[in-house]
Structures are given as C-alpha cells and as structure tokens.
C-alpha cells in the first residue's frame, strides 16, 4: 500500500466508533477506490485534497459527538432535577471554596508580579543586609546582572499640589536607584528611577504607583512633573508603574517608591549615615541572576563573600560559626517564602484544596454510582442495541462534566463574592491597603479546569461500574437486580466511608485553626478597654528636624499630664497587644566567670516611661522605665561607650537568662551594647494569643530625633476613649496646630480591628468545616434513600411476614451506621497525625495549630457531632422505609 | 408534517442536495452517489468520501435519508455495502428545493429579459 493509502486508513480508523460502525469499511472502500482514479487523473494534488478532507472531517465527527452527548446529558439531568440540584450546590461549594483557597492563598506565593521581566530570575536574601555589603555583592558581575536595595513599608508625609489639608500618611519603599532596572520594568508613563538621573544633590525624584495615580490624581497624564511635599520637602513625580505594580518585597501594598539619594532630612530612614555604616542592616536585597547562573551557586558565592566580609567585623559571629551567612529565595511572588519552607506551604494548601475537592467529588461519586444503579436497565438496552461500553461511559462522564461545569460557575461566583468581602475587611491598625487578592482570568481557568477535571474524577468509577452489566439479567430484573448485600455496594460504600472520613478531617482540621484563632484571639486587659486610646505622632516627616523633634517630645509629657482629660499616658514604638514586635533580639549575661554564657533570643519592644502603668500590669522586681530614661541620648556612635541601658524583662525572659523572676542589677549584652536589668513585669498576651519572652528597651532621645517607620504612639488614657483622644489633640493642636495625628484609635475599635482580621479566617476555616459537614450528610441522605428505594421490594416481603417497624428502621440505620463509625475512626486517627505533622514541618501554623490541638471539646465534639448528623441524615429515609405499604411494594414489581 | 418544517431545511447544503438528488432516481450506496454525482456535473462536484459519509450520516439523523433494506441480486452485491433511500419528508424536501431553485430561475430569466430590453 502507498504511504497516501497508509495514512488514509490511519485516520479512517480514528474515527468515533459509532461513525466507524456506520460508515468506516465504506468510507475506506470509497477513498481507495477514489485514490486510484484522483492519482491518473489529477496525481499528487487530488491524493492531497482526499486527505485533507478526511483529516478535516475527524475533529468534526467527534464535536458532533460531543455535542450528542451534551445534548443528551442535558435532557437526563433535567429529568432527574434534584439529583442535579444536590450535585450543583455541592459541587458550587467544592469549587467555590477551592477558587477560593487558590485566590486567597495560593495565587498570593506562585504568581510572579506584574510587569517584571524573567522573573525566575529575581532573587532576594532571607535576611537584611547593609548598604556596604550590597555594593560589594553588586560587584560580582558575572554571578548578578543587578542588586537593588529595598526597604518596605516606609510611611511619608504626602502633601499633593493644591493640597490644604494635612498631609496623607502614605506606605512606599525606599530604593536604590537601580530597583527599577533590576526589576526590568517599562514605566506606564514619564521615567522610572535610574541610576544615571536620581543622583544625590538634586531635588528628588519620585515614581508613584498606578494605583496611587488613579486614586489620586484621577489618572490625569499631567501628573507627571508635579511637584509634591514629602515629609515637608519638595520632591517630583517622574513616572508612574505598570498597571497592577505596587512593589516586589512586600506583601504591604507600595504607593510611593523614592531613590535612597535623597537628603535624610526627606527619609529619617537614611539618617545614621545608613548608606557607609556597615553596621546597620535595614536593606532588602532585590538581586538578578546572571544568565545560566543557578541560585544554588549564586548562593553559596555570595555566602562565601559576606563570610569574607564578615570577619573584619569584630561583632560577627566567629567564623567558625559553619551557619549559612546569607540564604537565597526567589523575588518574583507577591509573598516570598524561604525555598525549604515553599513545598511545606504549597504542600498544605494542595493538600486544603485536594481534600476539599475530593469530598465534594466522593459526595457525587456516591450519588452517580446510586444513580448507575437505577440506570441499569437503560444501559443495557443501549448496551443490546450496540453501543459501545466506551461510549456509554464517555456518555456518563460527560453528563458529570456538564453538572461540573454548572456547579463550577455557581462556585465561581461564590469564589468571587468570597473575594469581595475579603477585600473589604479592614486590618488593624497601622497596616495599610489589602493586597489585591480579587479573582481573575486565571482565576477562571482555574476554576474551568478544577470543573472538568472534577467532572471526569467523580463520575468515571460510577461509569466503570454501572457498564460492567450483564446485559440478560439486567434487561429481564432491571433495578431489582440488586437487592441488598454489601459486597454489592463494595465502591460505593468504600466512597460514602471515605467521604465521612475526608468531611471529619476537614472539620477537626480546620476545627484546630478555629479554636487556636480564638484562644489566641481572648486579649486580657486590667483595665476598662474602653478607656484607652493610640494615637500616632511623627513631627520629622512632618518637616521637623532632629533637634526639633527631639525638643517637642521633652515637652510633650508635662503637657499631656497638665490636660485634665487626660489620666495616664505613656508614648511607646508600637502600641501594646500588637502581634508582631521590632524584631530578635539576641541577648548573652555578661558572666566573666561562666565558660559558655547563658545567650537567648528574645523579641524587643521600645517603650517609654510609665507604659506598665498606663497598662495597670504590677511591676514584680524592680522598677520601670521613667522620664530620665526617656532623656537619655543612644546614638548608635556611641554604642559600647558609656553606661549601660535600663533594660525591662516580662517574666519569661528573666526565667530564661536567670532561671528566676529576679535578675535586677545583672549586665545582658546584645546589639552592641551592654544592659542592666533594672525592672520585671508579668507577661502579657499579644493579640496572637502568644506569651513571649521580651526584652523591654526604652524610648530615648534617639528615637525621637529619627522615629521608627510606624511614627511614635501614644497611649493614653481617660475617662472615656474619647475624652483621652480629645485630650492629646488638643494638647498637640496647641504645640504646633500642623502637626499630624494618625491612625487615631480607641482600644476597643482596635481590638475590633484585630478581631475582624481574625474572623475573616474563622469564617474562611470555619466555612470550609461546615462544608464537609453538610456534604457528608447529604451524601448519606442521598444514598440511604436510595438504598430504601432499591429495598422496597425486600422490606415489603419482610413487613408482609410481619416484621416490626423498629426492625425495618434498625436494618436501613444499621448500615448507614457502619459506615459512619468506620469513616469516623479512620478520620478521626488522621487528622490527629496531620495536624501533628503539620505543627511539626511548619511554623506558621504551629501557633494555632499547638493552641487548637487536644482541645477536648473538638477531639471530642466533632466526631460526635459528625456522627449525630450523618446518623440524622439516615434516619431520614430509613424512616420513610417505614411508611411503605407491603402491598404497593410487591404490587410494584 | 406543516410548511415551516420543509422551509427550516431550505436552502439545502451542496453536497446534501446532490446526495438527495441521486437517490431521488431511487436506491444507492455511497461510493455510487459519489461517481453519480461526479459523472452528472461532468466533475465539477466532488464528494469527498469523508464529507459524503458525514452528510450522509447527518441526512439520516434529520430523517431526509433512510437505510433501505432492499438489496440488489446476490451476484451484483458487495456486504459491506449500504444502500440510501429517500424517505417521505426527503422527497419533500427536495421537492421544496427543487421549486425553490426554479423560482430562483425564473427571476433570474425575467430581470435578464428586463436589462436586454
């Protein structure tokens, strides 16, 4: 045969086997016939035209399958509505809850930024570096194209042109000029910063966000050279970002990205002389790979410089220390996780979404192989009639495909009103705009390929099993083939089990994080919360200098006790009860005799005079900070010169460096200075439920003349919230009526602030609990009911010979319970040992995780809980299997 | 069987006029429709065996076209064959067509008649 006749019949015979049947042996015996005439007659170009034609008309044969079976699909499901009702809403739940958890989650760590050109190849360091550092790494041409530095979340001052009002607090980031260009980035309009124009000693440039364009400039083109106050000094837009860009680095979104070339009298942050002083770590690093270059030798190259870099500095651990100096992870995702911890991650939240998706697919699982079983008669007859057992399946599954599909543009949309009022829940104070985190066109292939695939994963066994029929017996009992038994219903009660188990490890496992939210989430006050108000302060990025500043915080605390709205204040770096802290503090006791001196790492927190008593917390030893600590004068220069600081321990910090609560008049050592402990107080609950060891540093001079990103807070206290926040403006307004208050709170909005947070992952968590829950009862209403439907017959006959009610009833519960106590057991057993695996491998669930695991009331509740309902959710059709009427059974059949 | 029903397959597909049109003179087979039609329009129309067997499975699901059961004497026959038939609403349908085109003829003819006055 010709090659032409060869690839004739090859694709004759890929036809669909229906068409094949037909037509397939008169098909080929017409083209063979035809390729002799058409190659006398026309040669090459009429075997090329045959072929064509039949190449062009396979794809066709098979859409017009498809759409039989679509069309087919429809008409059963409309014919069999709440089969479909049940398999939409559950299936709108899966989907919606898993697009959901995509958006939330998952989307946030693997989707690279916007606008960034190769963004496999931007990488960054766990941990900060100086600016000496970064030059020398920047050095290593052949190893990186490019090394930005960052530092994030850095508020200004923004005063727009025209603008009379107090100026806006804005979050952006301060770069290197080369961040852009590291970024490969085009701007959207103007000029972004570069190396060659933003140099040092002219007025400053600025680029500003699309979204910050759009929301305050309306989008005007003329933006562009507009001149704004930063911090009260003058500065000029230059260019805005792509669409959708709001800084790499940060998950908080930027608004405003200014060169690090500016004066520090625009950027506190620069103060310090932070550009030569290798001491001092604020830098992110943003670093580009150089082609070829893998991230494993790019690591360990700079590690080796930093280690070279290292040893002329007499504070760097010694280098014998083997720990890695400088790990890499990639840049390019909204959220950057270190490359150990990635897998760990996604691996939660592959599994999150797989056992969601998995239950709502066993859920419909159970019901098609129910339904299999009622459509036995009717497939056999197509099976008789010659219907290939291929097509009857691919028949079955595409009807699970179409109630896939419509039950994922119900979840679709669930997913997106989902998206909607996350996006509109505030977080507490001080944190700014939510990451945009709303659905989307990937979003929506997301959602398309999740359908399809659960389509295809639920309904392929119960197609498997209902065409694996014996045509004869199935035609002559149709659905009386199978009465009862349980080896019978071997898959589907292996499914209904594993379905039970699936809903019990979701619910105890988001059970867990529920219960640990809300422990964590129960702050305790000794005081009234209502009587307590932050306000924040920064006269630096108000256009103060150093010195000015300084001099209006010696002023402030007699001005603030003379204000008799006013009962106790205290001015802090971070309000009390915030999670999070100024960052590890690692401390050693200074024992000249000891051979290997007691070190431990504590969190630091920066607090002034009177903070505990504002607070109501007892001092237990010694004192606490007063006005004379708030005087002292801590430049960095002077570290290690001059008397120790005051250094405040809460309870679990002194037990660790002193094995007791006491300690006062012992030296630590950290941070290049020397500390003496002059006070110990209780510990305290942090908004995340944690207790922490913490070392509290005061609040000086130096902190006032260059204020921590976060501007200073004052706590104070009044009779009411309220009095005590008119108290200090008013004492502010009449020291200098321009300066601005911000993120002005009253504890208990705060506290309501942090509890919104909060539940919006209870409702997330919670919501995909009690998703399972109602699924799984579903699922074993549906089958018990069948299973009662299929009984008829049997419980007719038994009720005919005189079994009791309660019998009847005992036989249906009988093996709904079964299942149950062997899905409830097997859940139970693992989702113990995952949520022990999962505190085990990462630590950001381990929080909530150790708080919520062994609760009894969950290990207990749940199971219990799960149990009763699904036992309701039998005893609903066992108790119409009661009502059956013995004569109308029989009569029936 | 109402007008509109004739009316909704009208205008008919080429090749399922030219397949309609061969059994029209009664039973075939496909390989014979396709030299009949070949052979009527002197080799201007051309069915292609895929585009003839899938018009022809597409004619028999709208129920323009049967399978007949009637075979030719045992000598003449092949097994693998099938042979078409037109079934009542086919004929219709044709008919409609049929008209249809000569209607179409004759405006054409009158507007010709018009432009050489």
Same mark, same amino acid.
């Given at each position: 045969?010709?090659?032409?006749?060869?690839?004739?019949?090859?694709? &004759?015979?890929?036809?669909?086997?229906?068409? #094949?049947?037909?037509?397939?042996?008169?098909?080929?015996?017409?083209?063979?016939?035809?390729?002799?005439?058409?190659?006398?007659?026309?040669?090459?170009?009429?075997?090329?035209?045959?072929?064509?034609?039949?190449?062009?008309?396979?794809?066709?044969?098979?859409?017009?399958?498809?759409?039989?079976?679509? #069309?087919?699909? +429809?008409?059963?499901?409309?014919?069999?509505?709440?089969? &479909?009702?049940? !398999?939409?809403?559950?299936?709108?739940?899966?989907?919606?809850?898993?697009?959901?958890?995509?958006?939330?989650?998952?989307?946030?760590?693997?989707?690279?930024?916007?606008?960034?050109?190769?963004?496999?190849?931007?990488?960054?360091?766990?941990?900060?570096?100086?600016?000496?550092?970064?030059?020398?790494?920047?050095?290593?041409?052949?190893?990186?194209?490019?090394?930005?530095?960052?530092?994030?979340?850095?508020?200004?001052?923004?005063?727009?042109?025209?603008?009379?009002?107090?100026?806006?607090?804005?979050?952006?980031?301060?770069?290197?000029?080369?961040?852009?260009?590291?970024?490969?980035?085009?701007?959207?309009?103007?000029?972004?910063?570069?190396?060659?124009?933003?140099?040092?000693?002219?007025?400053?440039?600025?680029?500003?966000?699309?979204?910050?364009?759009?929301?305050?400039?309306?989008?005007?083109?003329?933006?562009?050279?507009?001149?704004?106050?930063?911090?009260?000094?003058?500065?000029?837009?230059?260019?805005?970002?792509?669409?959708?860009?709001?800084?790499?680095?940060?998950?908080?979104?930027?608004?405003?990205?200014? /060169?690090?070339?500016?004066? *520090?009298?625009?950027?506190?942050?620069?103060?310090?002389?932070?550009?030569?002083?290798?001491?001092?770590?604020?830098?992110?690093?943003?670093?580009?790979?150089?082609?070829?270059?893998?991230?494993?030798?790019?690591?360990?190259?700079?590690?080796?410089?930093?280690?070279?870099?290292?040893?002329?500095?007499?504070?760097?651990?010694?280098?014998?220390?083997?720990?890695?100096?400088?790990?890499?992870?990639?840049?390019?995702?909204?959220?950057?996780?270190?490359?150990?911890?990635?897998?760990?991650?996604?691996?939660?939240?592959?599994?999150?979404?797989?056992?969601?998706?998995?239950?709502?697919?066993?859920?419909?699982?159970?019901?098609?192989?129910?339904?299999?079983?009622?459509?036995?008669?009717?497939?056999?007859?197509?099976?008789?009639? %010659?219907?290939? #057992?291929?097509?009857?399946?691919?028949?079955?599954?595409? @009807?699970?495909?179409?109630?896939?599909?419509?039950?994922?543009?119900?979840?679709?949309?669930?997913?997106?009103?989902?998206? =909607?009022?996350?996006?509109?829940?505030?977080?507490? =104070?001080?944190?700014?705009?939510?990451?945009?985190?709303?659905?989307?066109?990937?979003?929506?292939?997301?959602?398309?390929?999740?359908?399809?695939?659960?389509?295809?994963?639920?309904?392929?066994?119960?197609?498997?099993? =209902?065409?694996?029929?014996?045509?004869?017996? *199935?035609?002559?009992?149709?659905?009386?083939?199978?009465?009862?038994?349980?080896?019978?219903?071997?898959?589907?009660?292996?499914?209904?089990? &594993?379905?039970?188990?699936?809903?019990?490890?979701?619910?105890?496992?988001?059970?867990?994080?529920?219960?640990?939210?809300?422990?964590?989430?129960?702050?305790?006050?000794?005081?009234?919360?209502?009587?307590?108000?932050?306000?924040?302060?920064?006269?630096?990025?108000? %256009?103060?200098?150093?010195?000015?500043?300084?001099?209006?915080?010696?002023?402030?605390?007699?001005?603030?006790?003379?204000?008799?709205?006013?009962?106790?204040?205290?001015?802090?770096?971070?309000?009390?009860?915030?999670?999070?802290?100024?960052?590890?503090?690692?401390?050693?006791?200074?024992?000249?005799? +000891?051979?290997?001196?007691?070190?431990?790492?504590?969190?630091?927190?920066?607090?002034?005079? %009177?903070?505990?008593?504002?607070?109501?917390?007892?001092?237990?030893?010694?004192?606490?900070?007063?006005?004379?600590?708030?005087?002292?004068?801590?430049?960095?220069?002077?570290?290690?010169?001059?008397?120790?600081?005051?250094?405040?321990?809460?309870?679990?910090? *002194?037990?660790?460096?002193?094995?007791?609560?006491?300690?006062?008049?012992?030296?630590?050592?950290?941070?290049?200075?020397?500390?003496?402990?002059?006070?110990?107080?209780?510990?305290?609950?942090?908004?995340?439920?944690?207790?922490?060891?913490?070392?509290?540093?005061?609040?000086?001079?130096?902190?006032?003349?260059?204020?921590?990103? !976060?501007?200073?807070?004052?706590?104070?206290?009044?009779?009411?919230?309220?009095?005590?926040?008119?108290?200090?403006?008013?004492?502010?307004?009449?020291?200098? /009526?321009?300066?601005?208050?911000?993120?002005?709170?009253?504890?208990?909005?705060?506290? @309501?602030?942090? #509890? *919104?947070?909060?539940?919006?992952?209870?409702?997330?968590?919670?919501?995909? !609990?009690?998703?399972?829950?109602?699924?799984?009862?579903?699922?074993?209403?549906?089958?018990?009911?069948?299973?009662?439907?299929?009984?008829?017959?049997?419980?007719?006959?038994?009720?005919?010979?005189? +079994?009791?009610?309660?019998?009847?009833?005992?036989?249906?519960?009988?093996?709904?319970?079964?299942?149950?106590?062997?899905?409830?057991?097997?859940?139970?057993?693992?989702?113990?040992?995952?949520?022990?695996?999962?505190?085990?491998?990462?630590?950001?669930?381990?929080?909530?995780?150790?708080?919520?695991?062994?609760?009894?009331?969950?290990?207990?509740? +749940?199971?219990?809980?799960? &149990?009763?309902?699904?036992?309701?959710?039998?005893?609903?059709?066992?108790?119409?299997?009661?009502?059956?009427?013995?004569?109308?059974?029989?009569?029936?059949? | 069987?109402?007008?509109?029903?004739?009316?909704?397959?009208?205008? $008919?597909?080429?090749?399922?006029?030219?397949?309609?049109?061969?059994?029209?003179?009664?039973?075939?087979?496909?390989?014979?429709?396709?030299?009949?039609?070949?052979?009527?329009?002197?080799?201007?129309?051309?069915?292609?065996?895929?585009?003839?067997?899938?018009?022809?499975?597409?004619?028999?699901?709208?129920?323009?076209?049967?399978?007949?059961?009637?075979?030719?004497?045992?000598? $003449?026959?092949?097994?693998?064959?099938?042979?078409?038939?037109?079934?009542?609403?086919?004929?219709?349908?044709?008919?409609?067509?049929?008209?249809?085109?000569?209607?179409?003829?004759?405006?054409?003819?009158?507007?010709?008649?018009?432009?050489?006055?």
């Amino acid at each position: 045969m010709t090659i032409a006749g060869r690839i004739y019949r090859r694709l &004759a015979e890929a036809f669909p086997h229906e068409f #094949r049947m037909a037509y397939g042996d008169q098909m080929l015996e017409a083209g063979e016939d035809s390729m002799r005439r058409l190659a006398n007659k026309h040669g090459a170009a009429g075997i090329v035209r045959l072929i064509v034609d039949i190449a062009l008309h396979l794809p066709l044969e098979y859409l017009s399958e498809m759409r039989q079976d679509m #069309r087919y699909a +429809a008409r059963a499901l409309a014919k069999s509505p709440s089969y &479909a009702l049940v !398999g939409i809403l559950s299936l709108a739940l899966g989907i919606g809850l898993t697009t959901n958890v995509y958006t939330q989650a998952w989307a946030l760590l693997t989707r690279t930024l916007t606008g960034v050109a190769n963004p496999h190849q931007l990488v960054t360091a766990e941990t900060p570096a100086s600016y000496p550092y970064i030059e020398r790494y920047r050095e290593q041409k052949d190893l990186l194209t490019g090394v930005a530095a960052v530092q994030n979340s850095v508020e200004f001052n923004v005063a727009l042109p025209g603008q009379t009002a107090k100026p806006d607090r804005v979050y952006g980031q301060l770069v290197s000029p080369d961040y852009f260009s590291v970024l490969g980035m085009e701007p959207q309009r103007g000029r972004l910063l570069s190396a060659e124009l933003d140099k040092t000693g002219i007025t400053p440039a600025v680029v500003i966000s699309d979204r910050y364009w759009r929301s305050h400039f309306n989008a005007d083109p003329d933006t562009i050279g507009q001149s704004i106050r930063l911090n009260g000094q003058n500065a000029t837009i230059v260019g805005v970002t792509p669409t959708k860009f709001d800084g790499a680095l940060t998950v908080t979104p930027a608004e405003i990205f200014v /060169p690090i070339t500016v004066p *520090a009298t625009l950027a506190p942050e620069l103060g310090d002389d932070v550009l030569h002083n290798r001491n001092l770590k604020p830098f992110q690093l943003l670093m580009r790979l150089a082609p070829g270059v893998t991230i494993d030798s790019a690591e360990s190259a700079l590690d080796g410089i930093t280690r070279r870099l290292d040893k002329d500095d007499p504070l760097a651990p010694p280098q014998a220390d083997k720990a890695k100096r400088l790990v890499l992870m990639g840049a390019a995702t909204r959220v950057q996780i270190p490359r150990d911890l990635r897998p760990k991650l996604l691996g939660f939240y592959t599994f999150l979404m797989t056992i969601i998706i998995a239950i709502a697919c066993l859920n419909l699982a159970t019901m098609a192989l129910a339904r299999g079983i009622g459509r036995r008669k009717e497939l056999a007859i197509r099976l008789g009639v %010659g219907a290939s #057992r291929f097509r009857l399946i691919r028949q079955m599954v595409t @009807e699970g495909i179409l109630l896939s599909l419509l039950g994922g543009a119900a979840g679709f949309a669930l997913a997106w009103a989902l998206a =909607a009022i996350t996006a509109h829940t505030r977080l507490p =104070a001080g944190s700014p705009l939510n990451p945009d985190r709303s659905v989307d066109w990937q979003t929506a292939i997301f959602a398309f390929m999740l359908a399809v695939a659960c389509g295809i994963g639920f309904s392929i066994l119960p197609a498997l099993q =209902a065409t694996k029929t014996d045509v004869a017996p *199935a035609l002559k009992q149709g659905m009386a083939l199978q009465l009862s038994g349980h080896k019978r219903f071997g898959l589907r009660n292996l499914a209904m089990s &594993a379905q039970v188990a699936g809903s019990l490890l979701l619910l105890l496992v988001t059970g867990f994080l529920v219960l640990g939210i809300l422990k964590s989430n129960s702050i305790q006050t000794n005081f009234n919360p209502k009587t307590m108000a932050f306000l924040f302060i920064d006269p630096v990025r108000d %256009g103060y200098s150093p010195e000015k500043s300084q001099a209006f915080f010696d002023r402030l605390p007699d001005r603030l006790r003379s204000s008799p709205a006013i009962t106790s204040f205290a001015l802090a770096v971070q309000p009390p009860f915030l999670p999070g802290d100024d960052g590890d503090f690692h401390l050693t006791v200074d024992d000249p005799h +000891a051979s290997s001196p007691v070190q431990k790492g504590v969190l630091k927190q920066t607090v002034g005079a %009177g903070f505990f008593a504002v607070l109501n917390e007892p001092i237990l030893a010694g004192r606490e900070f007063d006005e004379r600590d708030q005087r002292l004068d801590t430049t960095p220069a002077q570290a290690n010169i001059g008397p120790p600081l005051p250094l405040v321990l809460n309870q679990k910090a *002194a037990r660790a460096f002193f094995g007791s609560v006491n300690g006062i008049g012992e030296h630590l050592r950290g941070d290049r200075r020397t500390y003496e402990v002059v006070g110990v107080v209780p510990d305290m609950k942090d908004a995340s439920g944690m207790t922490q060891g913490i070392a509290y540093l005061p609040l000086t001079r130096h902190d006032f003349a260059q204020p921590p990103s !976060g501007g200073i807070t004052i706590v104070a206290r009044g009779h009411s919230a309220e009095d005590a926040l008119g108290g200090v403006r008013s004492v502010v307004a009449s020291m200098d /009526p321009n300066l601005t208050l911000f993120n002005v709170q009253t504890l208990s909005e705060y506290l @309501e602030l942090i #509890r *919104a947070a909060m539940r919006s992952a209870l409702r997330t968590f919670g919501g995909i !609990g009690l998703f399972g829950l109602v699924l799984s009862a579903v699922g074993l209403a549906g089958v018990t009911g069948y299973a009662v439907a299929q009984r008829r017959k049997e419980i007719g006959i038994r009720m005919a010979l005189g +079994a009791h009610k309660t019998q009847v009833l005992g036989l249906v519960l009988r093996e709904g319970a079964t299942l149950v106590a062997v899905g409830t057991v097997v859940g139970f057993l693992g989702s113990v040992a995952l949520a022990k695996a999962m505190s085990a491998i990462t630590t950001e669930f381990s929080d909530a995780f150790s708080l919520g695991v062994g609760d009894p009331r969950l290990l207990i509740g +749940a199971p219990l809980l799960l &149990a009763g309902l699904a036992l309701l959710a039998c005893y609903i059709p066992a108790s119409r299997a009661m009502a059956i009427d013995p004569l109308k059974a029989l009569r029936q059949e | 069987m109402t007008k509109v029903d004739l009316q909704s397959f009208l205008p $008919l597909k080429t090749q399922w006029f030219h397949i309609m049109l061969s059994l029209a003179g009664g039973e075939q087979h496909g390989y014979g429709i396709m030299q009949d039609v070949l052979e009527r329009t002197t080799g201007k129309v051309h069915l292609w065996p895929a585009t003839l067997y899938g018009s022809i499975k597409r004619l028999i699901e709208a129920d323009l076209i049967g399978e007949s059961n009637d075979r030719p004497a045992p000598e $003449l026959d092949d097994a693998r064959r099938r042979y078409y038939r037109l079934t009542s609403l086919g004929k219709r349908v044709l008919d409609a067509e049929c008209e249809r085109l000569q209607e179409l003829v004759r405006t054409i003819q009158v507007k010709r008649t018009m432009v050489t006055e």
